[in-house]
């Protein structure tokens, strides 16, 4: 008679492990095997990280296998199972591989396909089509999407992280609490001996530096020393938290009246204005987005301000980019002057301070929630809707959605919703020519060699464009995600449909590299860039100055947050900025959704494009002061999870 040899690996994270009957059956093209349990006498199967193997025979020939179902019976309690893959070992000697990496609950089948990869349109076999759409259909009753809050992208319908499909959730609650990791990064950075003062002012710039006693970091030391430089102020528009706000200005803006007289001694070619914007040396940081938001009022003893600066900024001789104007609200007037290099050293160092709250309210709200967590989240939910497990997109996009949904949702609890960890910090509700543009110099790289992967797997399953049209799954996934979670709205620059391979590559990447580089790069060097309070202010407690000459030191540490304020925020951007211990850097796929051998050489090659970008910025950096390291990636996690 027949035998099979059934391998089970069981997944190593907590709880992963389970005592209830575990029962196979193997669904072949002429007849199914009966449903045998998979149980060792005397031995603790199916334990923790355990990879058990069985042998299964059955009484005639069953010819291929086209299905394993798993059936999971109760031994005395609720014990869930993650099952990480299953090996069949065929009387013939081949190995045929079955990825799960799913949980699996009390009494629930699941039919599990073999890992090859395949489109819809290679489904010849009724079982399968079944599978597929059976697959979907439930996938559709979990993944539902919900209007969190009018204007943003459609979310996932759930209102707390415990009522997340199991699959999606965090292997440990604990880990990613916001509150515990706050209160955690509270202890780390010995600031709660400030929490009693929490309305009181500080008494001068030395006085922040109390808060630093307990952690050492290169980058924010050296930047406390040299934080009120003018280059230091421009070099963040390049390379810190938020460095995709600059632009080349091929105008100054009607609104911003500039004129020559009032920069002429920052131009150090001897040039006119004009003639330094068209030799490409002018540009300039628009807040206008700012522009009539309201203040935050959840505390009613404190008024809280907002502004929306203009900032103009010279690559002066050094290559180096300096601020030479600074207007603070769009509207212009004479309570609305525009503050030179050449002012009285508080007003100019006050109006740099407006500029730098305005961008951290932006790269908070907008580069950082927005542009990377709720997109991709976007796409993850849209992807669970639309592509079954066997689809090569599906295959390709998981690693990069892990855990997106589940920290978003956890925001939502906990972050981002009304009197949450923000609103106790904060005060609101085309490449160019610059040198040391180290954002979007590695970007560019972590882009290309992302692109290429994509079109490696890519050129796997798609023969033509042809292919891509005809794939009517993934014209699901994409007409979801745009019609559902970004609300239809082509503003965003999504398209409805992907008609050629050239346009799939490309969504994919900006998938991809969204998920991983892009957050990587705005959200890891929070604590480096943000600790520093007067630098990144998460609100200003006084209005913005209407006039020159009467700004003093004492209104400058007035305006600043409160010592409450500053400590709530140093706790989140360093809790922010900090790795899970299970992170899974860019190019680590250990879950091994496909098993097809060019797909897995396209991985080693984009592994090996990933290594030379590493080595390539760690020669760089060497004897930086101001080292970038943001996009090396080695420090990229896949997904959005934190």
Same mark, same amino acid.
């Given at each position: 008679?027949?035998?099979?040899?059934?391998?089970?690996?069981?997944?190593?994270?907590?709880?992963?492990?389970?005592?209830?009957?575990?029962?196979?059956?193997?669904?072949?093209?002429?007849?199914?095997?009966?449903?045998?349990?998979?149980?060792?006498?005397?031995?603790?199967?199916?334990?923790?990280?355990?990879?058990?193997?069985?042998?299964?025979?059955?009484?005639?020939?069953?010819?291929?296998?086209?299905?394993?179902?798993?059936?999971?019976?109760?031994?005395?309690?609720?014990?869930?199972?993650?099952?990480?893959?299953?090996?069949?070992?065929?009387?013939?000697?081949?190995?045929?591989?079955?990825?799960?990496?799913?949980?699996?609950?009390?009494?629930?089948?699941?039919?599990?396909?073999?890992?090859?990869?395949?489109?819809?349109?290679?489904?010849?076999?009724?079982?399968?089509?079944?599978?597929?759409?059976?697959?979907?259909?439930?996938?559709?009753?979990?993944?539902?999407?919900?209007?969190?809050?009018?204007?943003?992208?459609?979310?996932?319908?759930?209102?707390?992280?415990?009522?997340?499909?199991?699959?999606? #959730? @965090?292997?440990?609650?604990?880990?990613?609490?916001? *509150?515990?990791?706050? $209160? %955690?990064?509270? =202890? +780390?950075?010995? !600031?709660?001996?400030?929490?009693?003062?929490?309305?009181?002012?500080?008494?001068?710039?030395?006085?922040?530096?109390?808060?630093?006693?307990?952690?050492?970091?290169?980058?924010?030391?050296?930047?406390?020393?040299?934080?009120?430089?003018?280059?230091?102020?421009?070099? #963040? @528009?390049?390379?810190?938290?938020?460095?995709?706000? *600059?632009?080349?200005? $091929? %105008?100054?803006? =009607? +609104?911003?009246? !500039?004129?020559?007289?009032?920069?002429?001694?920052?131009?150090?070619?001897?040039?006119?204005?004009?003639?330094?914007?068209?030799?490409?040396?002018?540009?300039?940081?628009?807040?206008?987005?700012?522009?009539?938001?309201?203040?935050?009022?959840?505390?009613?003893?404190?008024?809280?301000?907002?502004?929306?600066?203009?900032?103009?900024?010279?690559?002066?001789?050094?290559?180096?980019?300096?601020?030479?104007?600074?207007?603070?609200?769009?509207?212009?007037?004479?309570?609305?002057?525009?503050?030179?290099?050449?002012?009285?050293?508080?007003?100019?160092?006050?109006?740099?301070?407006?500029?730098?709250?305005?961008?951290?309210?932006?790269?908070?709200?907008?580069?950082?929630?927005?542009?990377?967590?709720?997109?991709?989240?976007?796409?993850?939910?849209?992807?669970?809707?639309?592509?079954?497990?066997?689809?090569?997109?599906?295959?390709?996009?998981?690693?990069?959605?892990?855990?997106?949904?589940?920290?978003?949702?956890?925001?939502?609890?906990?972050?981002?919703?009304?009197?949450?960890?923000?609103?106790?910090?904060?005060?609101?509700?085309?490449?160019?020519?610059?040198?040391?543009?180290?954002?979007?110099?590695?970007?560019?790289?972590?882009?290309?060699?992302?692109?290429?992967?994509?079109?490696?797997?890519?050129?796997?399953?798609?023969?033509?464009?042809?292919?891509?049209?005809?794939?009517?799954?993934?014209?699901?996934?994409?007409?979801?995600?745009?019609?559902?979670?970004?609300?239809?709205?082509?503003?965003?620059?999504?398209?409805?449909?992907?008609?050629?391979?050239?346009?799939?590559?490309?969504?994919?990447?900006?998938?991809?590299?969204?998920?991983?580089?892009?957050?990587?790069?705005?959200?890891?060097?929070?604590?480096?860039?943000?600790?520093?309070?007067?630098?990144?202010?998460?609100?200003?407690?006084?209005?913005?100055?209407?006039?020159?000459?009467?700004?003093?030191?004492?209104?400058?540490?007035?305006?600043?947050?409160?010592?409450?304020?500053?400590?709530?925020?140093?706790?989140?951007?360093?809790?922010?900025?900090?790795?899970?211990?299970?992170?899974?850097?860019?190019?680590?796929?250990?879950?091994?959704?496909?098993?097809?051998?060019?797909?897995?050489?396209?991985?080693?090659?984009?592994?090996?494009?990933?290594?030379?970008?590493?080595?390539?910025?760690?020669?760089?950096?060497?004897?930086?002061?101001?080292?970038?390291?943001?996009?090396?990636?080695?420090?990229?996690?896949?997904?959005?999870?934190?």
């Amino acid at each position: 008679m027949p035998s099979y040899t059934v391998t089970v690996t069981t997944g190593s994270q907590w709880f992963a492990g389970t005592d209830d009957y575990i029962y196979i059956t193997l669904v072949g093209s002429k007849g199914c095997s009966e449903k045998n349990l998979l149980d060792k006498p005397f031995y603790n199967d199916f334990e923790r990280g355990a990879v058990d193997s069985y042998d299964i025979t059955v009484a005639e020939d069953i010819g291929d296998i086209q299905l394993i179902k798993i059936n999971k019976h109760k031994y005395w309690y609720k014990d869930d199972w993650y099952c990480r893959h299953i090996t069949v070992k065929t009387p013939a000697g081949d190995y045929l591989e079955f990825p799960c990496y799913r949980w699996i609950s009390n009494d629930k089948e699941i039919d599990l396909r073999e890992g090859t990869a395949k489109l819809v349109t290679h489904d010849v076999t009724q079982i399968h089509k079944q599978h597929r759409r059976k697959e979907l259909e439930d996938r559709q009753k979990q993944y539902r999407w919900k209007e969190w809050h009018p204007g943003f992208p459609l979310s996932i319908d759930a209102h707390c992280h415990s009522d997340l499909p199991h699959d999606i #959730q @965090f292997d440990s609650e604990k880990g990613v609490d916001f *509150i515990l990791n706050y $209160t %955690k990064a509270m =202890e +780390n950075l010995f !600031v709660n001996s400030f929490m009693h003062m929490f309305q009181s002012s500080w008494n001068d710039f030395a006085d922040f530096e109390r808060i630093f006693v307990r952690i050492s970091n290169t980058i924010s030391e050296y930047f406390i020393q040299h934080w009120k430089e003018d280059f230091m102020f421009g070099y #963040q @528009f390049l390379n810190g938290c938020n460095p995709v706000e *600059i632009t080349k200005c $091929t %105008k100054i803006p =009607e +609104n911003f009246p !500039v004129t020559q007289e009032m920069v002429e001694l920052c131009l150090e070619r001897k040039l006119t204005l004009q003639q330094e914007i068209e030799l490409g040396n002018i540009f300039i940081v628009d807040y206008k987005l700012l522009d009539g938001i309201s203040a935050n009022k959840t505390d009613p003893c404190t008024m809280q301000y907002i502004a929306a600066p203009i900032c103009l900024l010279y690559k002066n001789l050094e290559n180096k980019i300096m601020p030479i104007a600074i207007q603070l609200n769009q509207t212009p007037g004479p309570e609305n002057p525009i503050f030179l290099p050449s002012d009285a050293e508080y007003d100019w160092l006050l109006a740099k301070i407006w500029v730098r709250s305005s961008d951290f309210h932006v790269h908070q709200t907008v580069t950082h929630l927005l542009r990377t967590h709720l997109l991709t989240e976007v796409f993850a939910i849209g992807m669970f809707r639309q592509l079954p497990a066997v689809h090569p997109v599906f295959k390709l996009l998981i690693p990069h959605v892990r855990f997106t949904i589940a920290i978003n949702t956890k925001a939502r609890e906990q972050l981002i919703c009304e009197c949450g960890l923000f609103d106790k910090a904060m005060g609101m509700e085309s490449k160019e020519d610059i040198p040391y543009y180290f954002f979007r110099d590695d970007g560019m790289k972590v882009w290309d060699a992302t692109l290429n992967f994509a079109k490696d797997v890519v050129d796997v399953y798609y023969d033509s464009d042809k292919t891509v049209c005809e794939d009517s799954e993934l014209q699901a996934f994409v007409k979801d995600v745009y019609v559902y979670g970004l609300r239809d709205n082509e503003g965003s620059g999504f398209p409805k449909m992907i008609k050629t391979k050239e346009k799939l590559i490309e969504y994919l990447t900006l998938v991809m590299f969204t998920a991983s580089g892009q957050h990587a790069a705005v959200n890891f060097g929070q604590y480096d860039w943000c600790s520093w309070i007067p630098n990144s202010p998460p609100t200003m407690r006084c209005p913005p100055p209407t006039n020159k000459g009467e700004v003093t030191i004492e209104y400058i540490i007035e305006s600043l947050p409160d010592r409450g304020r500053s400590c709530w925020h140093l706790g989140a951007v360093w809790a922010l900025s900090q790795f899970q211990d299970n992170e899974l850097f860019l190019g680590l796929y250990p879950d091994e959704h496909f098993v097809e051998k060019r797909v897995k050489k396209a991985m080693a090659k984009f592994r090996k494009n990933l290594e030379d970008i590493i080595s390539f910025i760690q020669e760089r950096n060497k004897n930086k002061k101001l080292p970038y390291y943001y996009l090396s990636p080695d420090r990229i996690p896949n997904s959005v999870a934190v």
